[in-house]
């Protein structure tokens, strides 16, 4: 308001609301700059202070009297502006005046929730009111300011709601995913600040290592993922993510660390075996045909037992050959992965080094003669990866350390030993052979060979005088043969 004076009356006013005022002078030229903020004025009626108290005079009493003060827990006023919570632009200022009251002078205490009071913020304490304020407010500035009374009788707490209409915070996490030789995928969480506006969308902006400027990539994103294509493979690059309001683009979040657009390399080529021992498989392969754009850094070979589904690392190497150790005398299949930056590749298809055989299973012994014994067994449960060829059945005398061969050439799953010695006894093995050898032998227990007694001799009765009424004497001859 224009006015020529140097004084001025203010109507009409609210009762119980706070005011400031400042002044502006002006000539020809324009208005200057204004005067210092006044302090803060609650409209409301003058007072006179209270008058003298009149001495208060005790007729009766028993025992001492103690005067007291008259104490009050806090209690604060927060008029319906405050309730709904403050609006202001971003560059404005914000005030939060509350009066208050409470016997003794209460202790005051303002807080910020989740984050700590910013150190532009003033605060003015009055024995009956208290102001926060901030002369130019950001987005960095909203949230919930939390005031706590409290004296000897009590306390008392309330907050207000600022929200300050500015651009955006940062997205947060932002993080690159199945980077590709010619793409990548980013995502990321909408900003803790919105700015007292809904996020409309986003901006991805990308940069090779080589420049210096951002370029964009799509300035209309309403998700929060992008896959970028289009990507030059092998190079590197840094990739950011702004979000916008209606009052403006935000800041960025930037990834952390650069990207290289490449994925995993392909299979490698044929893979060899070089040489193979009981204990140990060397191997050598080709390089993949294309390294997925990025430098191949080493190589796993992996193995599987024979009879098992689940692969192990049996060795890394860097060069395009490898030797595995420690292995136990039994099928396995191998198999070899390519590594770059982007991650392993698909392994090469199985090859498979063969062994020996195991153990024939459930070897019986059965129909034993005099000098003769049958055999019987089934097929062992590994093969070592190739056909049976054969068997080989072996006898050990009692007597005797070692076996000895019967048969060399057996391709049934029976045979019948001859040629015994008559009451000897014989331990019994037998072995599968493969293309690759002779495997591990089965044993029987140490079995005796004789054969079941014949019938005994006619019965020939000698004596049928001496019998009693329950019984008689019977007299026989011994067998032919036993």
């Not at 289009?230 to 952390?256: D, H, K, M, S």
């Not at 012994?365 to 014994?373: G, L, M, P, W």
Request: net charge neutral.
């Amino acid at each position: 308001m224009l006015i020529q004076d140097c004084k001025f009356k203010s109507t009409p006013l609210e009762e119980g609301i706070e005011y400031e005022y400042r002044v502006y002078g002006e000539n020809i030229v324009g208005i200057g700059k204004c005067s210092k903020v006044s302090e803060v004025y609650v409209a409301r009626d003058p007072c006179d202070p209270p008058g003298r108290p009149e001495a208060v005079i005790v007729t009766r009493h028993s025992g001492v009297v103690i005067p007291m003060d008259k104490i009050d827990p806090p209690e604060m006023i927060l008029n319906s502006e405050l309730r709904k919570g403050i609006v202001v632009r971003a560059g404005g200022s914000m005030r939060i005046c509350i009066p208050f009251k409470g016997r003794p002078i209460p202790e005051i205490n303002w807080a910020k929730e989740d984050a700590e009071l910013p150190s532009k913020v003033l605060i003015e304490k009055g024995e009956d009111y208290t102001q926060l304020s901030i002369d130019i407010c950001d987005k960095f500035d909203a949230g919930k300011y939390i005031l706590k009374l409290e004296n000897s009788a009590g306390s008392k707490s309330a907050f207000v709601s600022v929200k300050v209409l500015d651009t955006p915070g940062a997205p947060l996490n932002l993080q690159v995913k199945d980077i590709k030789r010619e793409s990548v995928t980013l995502t990321w969480e909408p900003p803790v600040i919105d700015g007292g506006s809904r996020i409309k969308n986003y901006l991805v902006e990308k940069r090779e290592s080589t420049r210096n400027v951002y370029s964009n990539v799509d300035s209309k994103c309403t998700k929060t993922s992008y896959r970028i294509t289009g990507l030059t493979e092998g190079t590197i690059y840094y990739f950011r993510v702004l979000a916008e309001n209606e009052f403006g683009v935000g800041q960025a979040v930037e990834t952390e660390e650069s990207v290289k657009t490449s994925e995993p390399p392909l299979p490698v080529g044929k893979v060899n075996l070089t040489e193979v021992t009981k204990t140990t498989v060397s191997l050598s392969w080709e390089k993949p045909v294309h390294d997925g754009g990025s430098r191949i850094i080493g190589y796993y070979i992996e193995m599987q037992p024979a009879g098992s589904e689940e692969w192990v690392v049996a060795a890394t190497t860097k060069t395009c050959e490898g030797i595995v150790l420690g292995l136990k005398g039994h099928s396995y299949e191998f198999r070899v992965s390519a590594e770059n930056a982007a991650g392993v590749g698909k392994p090469s298809s199985p090859t498979q080094v063969l062994d020996s055989p195991s153990a024939p299973v459930n070897l019986q012994v059965k129909d034993v003669k005099r000098n003769s014994v049958s055999l019987s067994w089934e097929p062992p449960l590994i093969d070592g990866g190739t056909k049976i060829s054969h068997y080989i059945v072996e006898k050990r005398e009692q007597k005797r350390m070692a076996f000895t061969s019967v048969c060399t050439n057996c391709v049934r799953n029976s045979f019948i030993i001859s040629d015994l010695q008559e009451g000897g006894r014989y331990s019994f093995r037998v072995l599968a052979v493969n293309e690759l050898g002779v495997g591990l032998p089965a044993t029987t227990d140490q079995v005796k060979v004789s054969e079941a007694p014949l019938p005994p001799g006619k019965i020939v009765v000698v004596d049928v005088t001496r019998h009693t009424v329950t019984g008689m004497l019977v007299v026989w001859g011994r067998p032919a043969s036993d």
